[in-house]
């Protein structure tokens, strides 16, 4: 059974750094296509940032470009989030997500498109 588990969350002030790790187990990690989600209260899930299986290439929404770096360790069977210049809009549920094979760039994005979650870490960031 795949288990996926965040950590990492916390308070923080706006303009500094947290990095979020996800870790897997129950699946060969290397052949998922990994991305990181998050939802804030009264909003849907959105899609922060994304790492493909074999190359490698990354992908971000439009509000954490330039801001955020994803990153994976096979190895390790770890992904992460590094994330910079906080702000306040950045408070949410983050959660990882693993799809079930064959994901395509095009459904990248979609919630419905990862058939594995981790369980979410709160990032909150005051002013």
């Known amino acids: 059974q795949v288990q996926l588990v965040e950590s990492g969350g916390g308070l923080v002030q706006a303009g500094d750094s947290l990095r979020l790790s996800c870790t897997a187990s129950?699946?060969?990690?290397?052949?998922?296509?990994m991305t990181w989600f998050r939802q804030a209260p009264g909003k849907e899930r959105e899609f922060v940032a994304s790492?493909?299986?074999?190359?490698?290439?990354?992908y971000y929404g439009d509000s954490v470009k330039g801001r955020f770096t994803i990153s994976r360790d096979n190895a390790k069977t770890a992904m992460y989030l590094q994330m910079n210049s906080l702000q306040l809009g950045d408070t949410a549920i983050y959660y990882c997500?693993?799809?079930?094979?064959?994901?395509?760039?095009?459904?990248?994005?979609?919630?419905?498109?990862?058939?594995?979650w981790g369980q979410g870490t709160q990032v909150t960031v005051s002013s």
């Open positions: 997500a693993a799809d079930r094979g064959g994901l395509i760039l095009s459904a990248m994005a979609r919630p419905s498109s990862y058939a594995y």
């Open positions: 129950g699946t060969t990690f290397s052949a998922r296509h």
């Open positions: 790492i493909r299986r074999a190359s490698g290439h990354t």
